[in-house]
């Protein structure tokens, strides 16, 4: 059963490397000639931008709530997490209102300066490739100062005094002993940080940048190529393997282990005078542009325009997102839980193997899984259409393609890893001596799985809920390509209002999705600050 499921979450992306091997004619030829390399140009340099933005913000962030001690640091600890809320389309949509050329920030500068019209003064234009990669930049850097922290916190204080009784400064303690050891949880966050930029799609979209998520879309509807977007598909997800190996590669070049258990809290770097102001703004510049810019702008817009107040509309997108987070969160669980328990109880390699095939899908953009899900259920609907025609003369239409019952397994695709994670994480921590306990008592595997192992797991199994319903609330791309007509989500119409310039109409669905993105930041902190006394 286990290696079933694993075989089925792991089916779309199958399809799309499938499609490798199909011609999609001219169209391919035509792609490869005029927009590919741009494809390609465009999201090496997102990649490099975001990457070096998010490890610089998240690093330097880390280090200073972490190993420092200056005048608000311990609330700077929590409020560096909340840009992670906000999905970056959000921030894409509220800059663009702000910066362009009729937002206020141009019309106080030329209110100022006396200018009259664009040619007198020079900006710098939003919707650019450099633009998307700051608002990334502003949204990702969590995953990293996340990470980041948590390997700051759980240095061996030994190594760290052993460092100052040698003479180090903070610098040199920093560079030689704190980045090194931290390393390995730098480079995972990186590379998240670099999945999540190449599976945006409002974001690169609404500022006219040109990658592979837009042409994925571009290329399935504008053209009406479903084989050549799961070929361009296919590419992306070259992308993505590369990442993987990346980390991987780094994570081995770079083993690096405590030789002390010593876990104490070591002795904070005290700032004060200009170093404190300094450590400061770094640590306020990221949470002012990337949370507190975007929810001002959002609440002013909520309540003092009339357009932007509460319509029976926006009860319906709520309902619709809730219903399908929810029901999703539900499956992930219970998935994961089957997938996790099926692991420990059979080592074998084959089992090792399904179940990390299956948990790829977070690395997998969700415009990719979209494609690779609609190929074959298209040709499934088919085969059942032109059976039941030919022998009971019945039109059954679409059965599957672009139904709830789609748009939820592309979900369980793209988020089970989320789950898998915290569930095996605490399934991990149960004892085995408790499973042979409760054999020698009669219990059978599921029996035992039901009433003994999950009363012990209730957190994780939360946990992982928790993250799947926020996760499932923001997604975009697949939901954007896969939902029934006339089924919109929160995150649709935000998307849909914005692109109609309709701002001001999308804030109150935006601030709904932004509340709702706050439940992990919170959970995260508290987990956070209770690392030292677990």
């Known amino acids: 059963m286990t290696l079933a499921i694993a075989a089925l979450i792991a089916l779309p992306i199958f399809s799309v490397l499938g499609s490798v091997f199909t011609d999609s004619g001219e169209i391919w030829r035509h792609l490869v000639d005029t927009v590919l390399g741009r494809y ?28 420092c001690r200056f005048r608000g640091q311990s609330f700077w600890e929590v409020l560096l997490l909340l840009p992670l809320a906000a999905p970056a389309y959000l921030l894409a949509y509220i800059y663009t209102d702000i910066l362009d050329y009729f937002g206020w920030v141009q019309r106080f500068l030329r209110l100022i ?14 919707r650019s490739l450099g633009g998307a990669i700051i608002m990334l930049i502003l949204v990702l850097y969590p995953y990293v100062y996340l990470l980041a922290r948590v390997a700051f916190l759980e240095q061996s204080v030994t190594t760290l005094e052993a460092s100052r009784a040698l003479g180090c400064g903070p610098w040199k303690s920093f560079w030689a002993i704190a980045l090194p050891l931290a390393r390995p949880a730098i480079t ?4 998240l940080a670099l999945m999540e930029t190449l599976n945006d799609f409002g974001t690169v979209q609404y500022f ?60 904070a770097y005290e700032l004060q005078g200009w170093r404190a102001g300094i450590a400061t703004l770094t640590c306020g510049i990221p949470v002012f542009f990337g949370f ?33 987070a929810s029901v999703t969160a539900i499956l992930a669980v219970a998935i994961a839980l089957i997938l996790a328990y099926g692991q420990r109880l059979n080592h074998s390699l084959w089992m090792a193997l399904g179940v990390r095939i299956a948990s790829l899908g977070y690395a997998i953009p969700g415009s990719v899984i979209a494609v690779g899900i609609l190929i074959p259920m298209g040709k499934l609907d088919n085969a059942i259409a032109n059976f039941f025609q030919a ?50 008592l009669g ?45 919109d989500t929160l995150a649709v119409k935000v998307y ?39």
Do not use: C
Not at 242 to 257: F, M
Not at 459 to 487: W, Y
Not at 510 to 519: D, K, N
């Open 40 to 67: 390609v140009f465009n999201s090496l340099w997102l990649m490099l931008g975001v990457g070096v933005g998010v490890t610089v913000v998240g690093v330097a962030t880390a280090w200073l709530v972490t190993m």
């Open 443 to 487: 219990y059978t595997p599921i029996r035992t799985l039901v009433s003994v192992h999950t009363p012990l797991m209730w957190s994780g199994l939360l946990t992982a809920a928790m993250l799947v319903f926020v996760d499932v609330m923001k997604e975009l791309p697949a939901t954007l390509v896969i939902r029934p007509f006339n089924f």
């Open 208 to 267: 006219g940048v040109e990658t592979f998520t837009t042409g994925i879309y571009r290329t399935w509807f504008g053209l009406g190529a479903p084989q050549a977007a799961a070929q361009l598909a296919a590419v992306l997800m070259l992308f993505i393997a590369g990442l993987l190996v990346l980390e991987k590669w780094s994570r081995h070049q770079a083993q690096y282990y405590q030789t002390s258990n010593n876990y104490d809290k070591p002795q």
């Open 113 to 126: 300066f006396g200018w009259q019209s664009a040619q007198d003064y020079w900006f710098p234009e939003v």
């Open 391 to 440: 022998q009971f003369n019945i039109s059954t239409g679409l059965l599957l393609s672009g139904t709830i019952t789609a748009l939820v397994f592309a979900y369980l695709v793209r988020f089970l890893a989320v789950s898998f994670g915290a569930v095996e994480t605490s399934l991990g921590k149960i004892k085995p001596t408790l499973d042979d306990a409760s054999r020698s």
């Open 496 to 534: 849909q209002y914005a692109s109609d310039e309709r701002l001001v109409e999308a804030s109150v669905p935006a601030l709904a999705i932004l509340a709702v993105g706050l439940i992990p930041v919170i959970f995260l902190s508290w987990r956070i600050a209770h690392v030292r006394n677990e």
């Open 188 to 191: 995972a966050g990186l590379a």
């Open 292 to 324: 507190v810019v975007p929810v001002g702008t959002l609440l002013e817009m909520a309540f003092n325009r009339p357009q932007a107040r509460f319509r029976t509309q926006f009860w319906e997108f709520a309902q619709h997102s809730f219903v399908l």
